[in-house]
């Protein structure tokens, strides 16, 4: 079964400093992977996706993602971290042997402390 | 500016009442879906429509209904089978059609509440 797994509930950095969200996914076939930030009361933004080719891409408002095959994971990376990414953030794969549907993980809340 | 709207932002639901909430896009795409959120769940798909006049159950179906009319337009109804209809409701649009590897576009969802 398509699975994606964000295993920590809440992501506690100090302003400045390196930020790291985890996802790991289960899919047949090559992944389809995408990381969105939900702001309280809001619907979910597009950050950026992995879709083939560099293992690391860019998205928006300085984050980026590590794609890892042979671990099976997508990481959400920012170098340094604001106050105002504090927010909700989901991992989901697409399973397009499912009609395309998306599927999340449960999600992580980032904490940024000044 | 393309995008999804959802209305209301916040509904009030009685018992043995059933609410509709709208979703409205205007960005083209063929897919449609509605999420129930609730905390520490992420997101569960209610119902999904790829294609106008034809839809399908998510993982939690059961207490809801959909209708796809026209392309631009998706309602959810809340029924009263619906026990616990206390969430965040969201709709989302994508063109996975044609471009699987396009991301969903979200509205800024509906609260529901039970009075």
């Known amino acids: 079964a398509q699975s994606v797994a964000q295993p920590e509930d809440q992501v506690n950095v100090a302003e400045g400093n390196p930020l790291t969200v985890k996802c790991t996914y289960s899919v047949s076939g090559n992944p389809y992977l995408f990381w969105y930030v939900q702001y309280p009361n809001r619907g979910l933004q597009f950050l950026l996706k992995?879709?083939?080719?560099?293992?690391l891409v860019k998205g928006s408002y300085g984050f980026e993602a590590e794609f890892n095959k042979s671990q099976t994971s997508f990481h959400l990376k920012k170098p340094s971290a604001l106050v105002s990414d504090s927010a909700l953030y989901f991992c989901a794969v697409r399973a397009y042997n499912q009609g395309g549907k998306l599927i999340f993980g449960q999600g992580t809340e980032l904490s940024v402390k000044p | 500016d393309g995008g999804i709207t959802q209305s209301p932002k916040y509904l009030f639901r009685k018992e043995g009442q059933n609410v509709t909430l709208s979703c409205e896009q205007n960005l083209n795409h063929d897919a449609m879906y509605w999420y129930r959120q609730d905390p520490g769940q992420g997101l569960r798909l209610i119902y999904y429509s790829q294609i106008v006049n034809d839809f399908q159950k998510g993982d939690i179906a059961e207490g809801y209904s959909v209708s796809r009319e026209k392309k631009e337009s998706f309602p959810l109804t809340v029924t009263s089978a619906q026990k616990n209809p206390t969430a965040f409701y969201l709709c989302?649009?994508?063109?996975?059609?044609?471009?699987?590897?396009?991301?969903?576009?979200f509205g800024d969802g509906t609260r529901l509440s039970i009075l």
């Open positions: 989302a649009s994508d063109s996975q059609r044609t471009a699987l590897s396009q991301p969903q576009h």
């Open positions: 992995y879709i083939t080719g560099d293992n």
